[in-house]
Nanobody, 112 residues
Framework: QVQLVESGGGLVQPGGSLRLSCAAS????????TNWVRQAPGKGLEWVST????????YYADSVKGRFTISRDNRKNTVSLQMNSLKPEDTAVYYC?????WGQGTLVTVSS
């Protein structure tokens, strides 16, 4: 099966940290750029971050720049998103995608 699976979401207090993981299977993950996008309650999809196929180039939305870090390990077929200094407005379902392949999402809730 061609698949991406996100994990690592949960409930965290403002100012806290979470690390999300996107695990790939069934395709040549190392040839794809990978994105994180999120959907806050009642909102549309918002692009968060991108990493190119070999991990050399990374890009971030202004809203998360300096707080989030994207990385990948092609030997493990994973892309991670380290999220620090979390804010309530970061609350969303976080999805990873590579090309037309999308994961199921993982929920991040930032609340006191």
């Amino acid at each position: 099966q061609v698949q991406l699976v996100e994990s690592g979401g949960g409930l965290v207090q403002p100012g806290g940290s979470l690390r999300l993981s996107c695990a790939a299977s069934g395709f040549t993950f190392s040839t794809y750029s990978t994105n994180w996008v999120r959907q806050a309650p009642g909102k549309g999809l918002e692009w968060v971050s991108t990493i190119n196929n070999d991990g050399v180039n990374t890009y971030y939305a202004d809203s998360v720049k300096g707080r989030f870090t994207i990385s990948r390990d092609n030997r493990k077929n994973t892309v991670s998103l380290q999220m620090n200094s979390l804010k309530p407005e970061d609350t969303a379902v976080y999805y990873c995608n590579s090309g037309a392949i999308w994961g199921q999402g993982t929920l991040v809730t930032v609340s006191s």
